[in-house]
């Protein structure tokens, strides 16, 4: 065999590389899944959901008189101090499609979506600090060194390409405060990963040649090492010599792979209309396109949510950049039929006061804004096996607590997977004495009442 | 139902409630079920009297004397639908009264004899040194560590392999002590004397060098998660460098790991302590800080707190203790009390951030304890800088101020003039005023002063006078404080060391104790592990019930009761190296891969692809590029723009070290928590954001790319490339080929591999691809990128 054949023959004989490190011995998933890809929308910063999704008309008789005692009381925020007033929303709500969902006018293209959509409503997190909420709704806990959902999806199901790594990340904005740790591997091998496409330089870290250097002559280089490299395993056997062939031999790959996938022109016009022509739009075409070439796990974070003032100006803004192209995400999909077989869902690592908050966190006055609330907020979904058109529990009505169905982030974590055809109690890596897992110790609740 | 009360009383009348005879049968039938041996919902179990006794979550379940204080009793009476035990039915009231009496009566539950025998986990008992165990090839053994290991593979019908090949062994003894490739003429002369005088000689020189300490200080750092960012959204700096340079002295000058652990923990309860005693309590201040504006300092600082507990049992004790924060530990005995306990020796510094002031909002200020190094540095000269340059900067705005606006210096309507805008404004307006330029000059002088003796910062520990009160807290939730506890050990455990004070100090002596099965254990086991990629309890991280069992549990007690009687890590690691365990070839049979394909009978050596900063610097230092200076502030070797971009209040700017400064040993390059070094994160460096036992080896196409394209590894294969033409004891191109692969594989190529590699010269001769990536920078790439590079065989 001459090298050249070499290349493409290793990488069939060794197969795929993203492959799950769960134990053999299972096989996996563990039921028919409802969903093949993953894409989560995270918008970072924590958007309002009293001023988007969750209708607090009883809020308009409250507006601007102090807050009742038992939403403050012993109760410490981010920002508000002492007696703070309620605030009605700005924006007006209206009933939409044929489930008669309410939605808020900030929201005028996603407003059409909602028969597909299922608001869970009673979300609570323990944190009201952005990196260790963000922590928490990715890994599970609000601290540093472990794995996140995508990482851990890759470790049960690995990846259905075997050109692409399972779990890929897109940031647009500012990097969400608790940064990379977000798409960390954590305890798990560093295989499981989430690899950021970035929007500038490289689309992956070190994807590029050195600058100047020819295809032809990156392509020999690969063939030189696997060559040497099958000389160390032909006199030592180590099978981690024929690993890293294969793995030379999809980093290669990669590097046509990568750019030809973030390459959008060879998108038609009319779709790329769909999402808008900003980059988070970008971010939501690329999602599908990587949904359709079978990566499990797409994660998008858009930042600057943090509306802590004169939210009736700047909401609408950040809305008007993800509006449109969420919304064209979810028609593209299902004009391909594939929201069926995607799930998607947008969070944000907490939600915000029905009590405005006039200071900053200078001390200076300002327009009112809302503050992190821990104790509800709405997550949605959409596609992959959800009923559309349905919401789960209810906050009170000054949408501060949680009136039924409280709803853990394992709940949400466990939905996914179940969604994923894993079983939530099944998937998991023993560490530091315990059998670890997405979900944590607790037992947690699927979501039945919003599948279809 | 008078009658039953009757009945109850003329019971009572006759003697006391029997445990065993009346109670226990009712917990059996209606409560273990669910709150036993197999299940212990909420934590509760009742099988034993150590569990139902231990307050699971921090409340009383039985207090004796008092049914109305016991929850338990509480459980069975209360009217509340959503509360009653069992929740299937109350139980018959006759019942009810017996618990209450026998709970009235003091609830005595006779102690099983067996309970804490058959409890007590391997890792617990105390360690001795076993006899060495009989072997029947008694020529093999080099030292007791073979014996231990021979025994085993003796009986599981297996043999040692050979001696690894002189240059294996050398390579792989460089690169295990040192993290270093030995250098050619090193291997040819140790392959002329490959005796086992001669490999202790290196051996020795080895742990003597000052690699020894840089290379063994990576593991120490990611448990002790040093780095150089707080972590979390603000993730801003702060270079504790004088703490990662006494870690490497420390190594270096072999320190007992007594004192590495009793300096660490508590240096500055030491008498006189001095200023390296207390730089080493940094150990405990590398904890993560959060600085987002709006965060609830007094959870942060709890936070920190019980990360310190949490590390002191992973790191110290080999134990899940952080499981005990919410509840009893599940398999080991630690109790919820027991971990309160610690934190209480923890738990006496002062908070290290709080929120502004008033006009200050709810932004984070930092206000840890820091030591500040004045030594070869004035700070005299610091502070009356720092004022020269507060009233010139004064004087400057003042003047700019005054050209900008006229005589009065002040405008109505524009806010005063900041710093950074009168620069602008002189730069563009001014540029030829002599007396602004004069006092530029002035502030610029001042300046340079004050960064030749700005001090050096560490944070480290300092007790406050008054210690706090520490209190279970229930769910690990800092604003639900249950019972008061005190700076005690569990009881399980071996006694404080009479005369241990009751803080940092004592439970450090307490930790360093003759008596602790734990320490050594842990160490010992992962030292093992840094040698044979695996330890020899594979959990590295857990030594308790859910870890896995030592395969050699003998040799771990003999290995950590001889470590313990002398305490020098650099005698153990020679120990483990001077073992004829560790110089068997790695490369083996059919028959061993298949029938033990972990190695769990060490009847081979086990093939280790380097750690992601050893690869670096291996690769400098083939490259000729490695720069061998020590200490100081952390450097910034090339990394992808972007990498930084993290929100908030900080600096993102990364300019890239220049000088030697961007070749230097990778334990020196800057650890940013939410973006660390990326070529590290991508051969599984951990981010150190948390206390990290092991790191996984994996094997992927990131790793691929980045040996392939880091601008570090383009810039190596340069000069590496240009090491090799230039160099002269080569002739032919045969030659250099052959230099070049001994340097970077530390053995000759054999035919196969000088074909392919003369086949490549010949090709890239032919192709001429230009000056930059001529054909000795090809053979060079792909030198640094063949696996048998990247491993330790």
């Not at chain 2, 090949?165 to 090193?186: A, H, K, M, N």
Request: overall charge positive; charged content about 25%; hydrophobic content about 35%.
């Amino acid at each position: 065999m001459n090298r050249r054949s070499f290349l493409k023959a290793s990488a069939a004989s060794v197969g795929s590389s993203f492959l799950p490190s769960i134990l053999s011995g299972q096989s996996l998933p563990h039921f028919a899944p409802k969903a093949k890809s993953v894409i989560f929308l995270h918008m970072v910063g924590a958007p309002s959901q009293l001023d988007l999704f969750d209708y607090k008309p009883e809020l308009n008789k409250w507006n601007g008189k102090d807050a009742p005692e038992e939403l403050y009381k012993g109760k410490k925020f981010a920002f508000i101090t002492g007696v703070p007033k309620m605030m009605a929303s700005p924006f007006k709500f209206q009933q939409h499609g044929e489930s008669g969902q309410w939605m808020s006018e900030a929201l005028p293209n996603l407003s059409k979506c909602v028969d597909d959509m299922a608001f869970i409503r009673t979300v609570h997190t323990k944190e009201f600090n952005h990196a260790p909420a963000q922590l928490a709704l990715h890994t599970g806990l609000n601290r540093q060194g472990n794995p996140s959902m995508g990482s851990w999806m890759s470790h049960g199901l690995g990846s259905n390409n075997k050109n692409l790594p399972p779990y890929v990340v897109m940031v647009s904005g500012g990097v969400p405060g608790a940064g990379a740790q977000l798409w960390n591997n954590g305890f798990l091998p560093s295989v499981h990963q989430g690899v950021e496409f970035r929007s500038s330089g490289d689309p992956v870290l070190f994807l590029s040649d050195p600058k100047g250097m020819g295809r032809q002559h990156r392509r020999d280089i690969v063939s030189d090492i696997n060559a040497l490299n099958r000389e160390s395993y032909r006199k030592t056997k180590d099978a981690e010599a024929l690993t890293r062939i294969s793995q030379y031999n999809l980093a290669y790959r990669m590097q046509d792979s990568v750019p030809e996938l973030t390459n959008l022109k060879s998108e038609p016009e009319h779709i790329r209309k769909m999402y808008g022509d900003n980059l988070f739009g970008k971010h939501c075409l690329q999602a599908r396109r990587l949904a359709e070439k079978g990566v499990r796990f797409i994660e998008l974070f858009n930042s600057s949510w943090d509306h802590h003032g004169s939210i009736e100006n700047s909401l609408p803004k950040k809305c008007k950049e993800v509006d449109q192209a969420i919304a064209g995400l979810l028609m593209d999909l299902k004009q391909r039929g594939m929201l069926e077989e995607t799930l998607v869902v947008w969070a944000a690592e907490f939600g915000r006061t029905p009590m405005l908050q006039g200071v900053s966190g200078d001390g200076k006055k300002q327009k009112p804004g809302r503050d992190h609330h821990k104790d509800a907020f709405t997550i949605w979904m959409a596609g992959g096996g959800i009923k559309g058109g349905t919401s789960y529990g209810q906050t009170d009505d000054m949408g501060y607590y949680i009136a039924d169905k409280p709803t853990e982030i394992r709940d949400v974590h466990a939905t996914v997977m179940h969604q994923l055809g894993l079983n939530y109690r099944d998937v998991s890596y023993k560490y530091m004495g315990l059998d670890q897992r997405l979900t944590g110790v607790e037992e947690a609740h699927i979501l039945h009442d919003i599948l279809a | 139902m008078r009658y039953i009360l009757f009945l109850f009383l003329s019971y009572s009348t006759y003697g006391a409630v029997d445990f065993e005879k009346d109670i226990k049968p009712i917990f059996e039938a209606k409560c273990t079920k669910c709150h036993g041996a197999k299940k212990d919902k909420g934590g509760l179990a009742l099988h034993s009297r150590r569990h139902a006794f231990s307050d699971p979550n921090g409340e009383v379940i039985l207090a004796p004397g008092k049914p109305e204080d016991s929850l338990l009793y509480r459980k069975l009476v209360t009217e509340d639908e959503d509360e009653y035990m069992p929740p299937k039915g109350p139980l018959a009231k006759e019942q009810i009264e017996l618990i209450k009496q026998w709970i009235s009566e003091g609830a005595h539950w006779p102690e099983d004899e067996n309970e804490h025998k058959t409890e007590l986990n391997w890792s617990l008992k105390p360690t001795k040194k076993n006899s060495l165990p009989k072997v029947s090839d008694q020529s093999w053994p080099a030292n007791e560590i073979d014996y231990f290991i021979l025994n085993k593979m003796e009986k599981a019908g297996f043999k040692p392999e050979e001696s690894a090949d002189p240059e294996t062994l050398i390579r792989r003894v460089y690169l295990d002590l040192t993290g270093q490739f030995p250098s050619i003429t090193e291997i040819e002369s140790f392959k002329k004397n490959p005796s086992v005088n001669n490999f202790e000689k290196t051996v020795d020189r080895l742990l003597k060098s000052t690699d020894f300490g840089e290379h063994w200080a990576t593991h120490w750092l990611d448990l002790a998660r040093f780095a150089h960012s707080d972590g979390y959204q603000r993730d801003g700096f702060k270079d504790v460098y004088p703490y990662r340079d006494w870690v490497i002295k420390a190594l270096n000058n072999d320190k007992t790991y007594d004192q590495f652990v009793i300096e660490q923990l508590a240096g500055d309860l030491l008498p006189n302590p001095s200023k390296d005693q207390l730089i080493a309590t940094c150990f405990n201040r590398n904890t993560t800080v959060n600085m987002e504006a709006g965060t609830d300092v007094k959870h942060d600082r709890v936070k920190q707190v019980m990360e310190r507990v949490d590390v002191m049992g992973t790191v110290f004790l080999g134990s899940s203790l952080g499981c005990a924060q919410c509840h009893n530990h599940k398999y080991d005995p630690y109790s919820i009390k027991d971990y309160y306990s610690f934190m209480s020796f923890f738990n006496n510094t002062n908070i290290e951030t709080r929120m502004g002031n008033k006009g200050k909002g709810r932004t984070i200020f930092y206000v840890g304890e820091d030591l500040k190094d004045f030594s070869g540095k004035s700070s005299e000269l610091y502070q009356k800088s720092l004022k020269e340059k507060s009233a010139l900067e004064k004087k400057y705005i003042a003047k700019v101020s005054k050209l900008e606006n006229g005589e009065k210096g002040k405008s109505k309507k524009k806010k005063p003039l900041k710093m950074k805008a009168c620069e602008k404004i002189h730069r563009e307006k001014y540029k030829k005023n002599p007396e602004l330029n004069g006092m530029m000059a002035e502030l610029k002088k001042a300046k340079q002063v004050i960064s030749r003796n700005a001090p050096v910062v560490t944070r480290v520990m300092k007790e406050m006078a008054q210690p706090r009160d520490t209190h279970i807290l229930l769910r690990g939730e800092h604003t639900n404080p249950g019972k008061k506890v005190s700076a005690t050990v569990p009881e399980f455990l071996h006694d404080m060391p009479k005369g241990a004070p009751s803080n940092r100090l004592g439970l450090a002596q307490w930790l360093v104790d003759q008596e602790n099965p734990l320490l050594a254990r842990a160490v010992v086991n992962r030292w093992w592990a840094e040698f044979f990629g695996r330890g020899l309890s594979v959990t590295l991280e857990d030594l308790g019930k859910q870890g896995e069992a030592p395969t050699h549990p003998e040799l771990l007690d003999w290995l950590a009761a001889d470590f313990k009687s002398h305490w020098s890590r650099k005698t153990l690691l020679k120990k483990i190296v001077m073992s004829k365990t560790y110089q068997q070839a790695s490369i083996t049979s059919q028959d061993k891969l298949v029938n033990d394909p972990s190695n769990d009978n060490y009847s081979r050596a086990t093939p280790l692809r380097l750690k992601g900063e050893t690869i670096r610097d291996v690769v400098l230092q083939v490259s000729g590029l490695l720069s061998k200076k020590m200490y100081g502030p952390a450097v910034k070797p090339p990394q992808p723009t972007g990498v930084w971009r993290v929100i908030g209040r900080v600096d993102n700017t990364y300019e890239v070290s220049s000088g030697e400064d961007r070749y230097r040993k990778g334990v020196y390059t800057i650890w940013r928590r939410s973006a660390h070094y990326p070529s590290f994160a991508n051969f599984d460096a951990p981010d150190r954001g948390a206390c990290a036992v092991r790191r996984t080896r994996s094997n992927t196409p990131m790793q691929a790319l980045t040996l392939m394209n880091d601008e570090v590894y383009v810039e190596a294969a340069q000069a590496f490339a240009k090491r090799i033409q230039n160099y002269s004891q080569a002739k032919t191109n045969v030659e250099k080929i052959r230099y070049a692969f001994m340097l970077s594989t530390s053995r000759e190529p054999d035919a196969r591999e000088m074909r392919i590699l003369q086949d490549i010269l010949e090709r890239e001769q032919k192709e001429n691809r230009g000056k930059k990536y001529d054909k000795w920078f090809t053979v060079a790439t792909v030198l640094i990128n063949m696996h048998d590079t990247i491993t330790r065989r």
